[in-house]
């Protein structure tokens, strides 16, 4: 019998850098129970996952296809540990890149991963689908942010809402892909449920894959990837995206202009979760 497969394909911006980043300075702890696989594992499924999303046909679907054989040709069938993939890029494009809105492609991806799976190991898999979600406003603004960080986004808060806010619910997302998966679990938890929770959001997957509590109480503690920007200091992310027209000096201030605001935090401050 093939072992279980969860695959945490999103969404961005909702906890899943801290997922990752928790996954791998825990992987050793975790190496009884998991074998864990992030962004960083798979690059090239996770790139044509996002080229399908950019341009959804045919052959980018069956490239998609393939890059997701390749990984599971790496992975022993024979092995009954639980096998965790994480990376929101499977589910294509953050929102709002190169004009996405939404999630689109997601219940094809999820639909062609599990018929890759199942023709590949051959007895019918366990496999878990799970995704986690954020409230629509937050979830915007943080999204919006990394725009600020990482592109030349020059809209404001508003105008970026006002585009993304027809496809902002993130729970009408999950319920496309389970439409898609029939017969397999899809599961899903808001941010706002699991930031709190003893493992952070990577609780819901421990969870899923019935890791010991032994084994818990030896991860490090959650900790926050990226952390929030005050409005002072997107607004001058903004600017710096209008005004400055060579892109490695835009980089170069956009890091300065970053570190020197995180350098002057308040030990008491609490940073939230982008």
């Known amino acids: 019998m093939p072992p ?42 996770c790139e044509a996952a996002r080229a399908y999303a950019q341009a959804p046909g045919d052959v980018e679907l069956a490239f998609f296809g393939y890059e997701t054989a390749r990984i599971l040709e790496t992975l022993d069938v024979d092995d009954p540990r639980c096998i965790l993939m994480s990376s929101e890029d499977l589910s294509g494009h953050i929102p709002g890149r190169r004009g996405r809105v939404g999630y689109p492609a997601a219940p094809r991806l999820m639909a062609r991963l599990l018929d890759t799976v199942r023709a590949l190991w051959g007895a019918a898999p366990e496999v878990v689908f799970y995704f986690s979600t954020r409230g629509a406003h937050d979830w915007m603004r943080s999204c919006h942010t990394q725009h600020l960080r990482a592109t030349r986004m020059r ?81 001058q992310l903004r600017l710096l995206n209008r005004e400055i027209e060579d892109d490695t000096e835009l980089r170069r201030r956009k890091r300065a202009l970053i570190a020197a605001a995180h350098h002057g935090r308040s030990s008491r401050d609490t940073p939230g979760t982008q």
């Open 4 to 45: 279980r497969l969860i695959v945490h394909a999103g969404f961005h911006k909702t906890g899943t850098s801290s997922v990752q980043q928790m996954l791998r300075d825990g992987q050793a702890a975790l190496r009884p129970a998991l074998r864990i696989l992030t962004k960083r594992d798979m690059p090239a499924m």
């Open 155 to 235: 809209d404001d808060l508003a105008s970026y809402c006002a585009w993304q806010a027809p496809h902002a619910n993130l729970d009408a997302a999950v319920a496309a892909v389970a439409g898609a998966v029939p017969g397999t679990r899809v599961a899903h938890r808001a941010l706002e449920q699991t930031r709190d929770m003893p493992q952070g959001p990577l609780t819901p997957l421990l969870d899923l894959a019935d890791v010991p509590q032994p084994l818990r109480a030896a991860l490090p503690p959650p900790a926050v990837a990226n952390a929030s920007l005050p409005e002072p200091l997107r607004a």
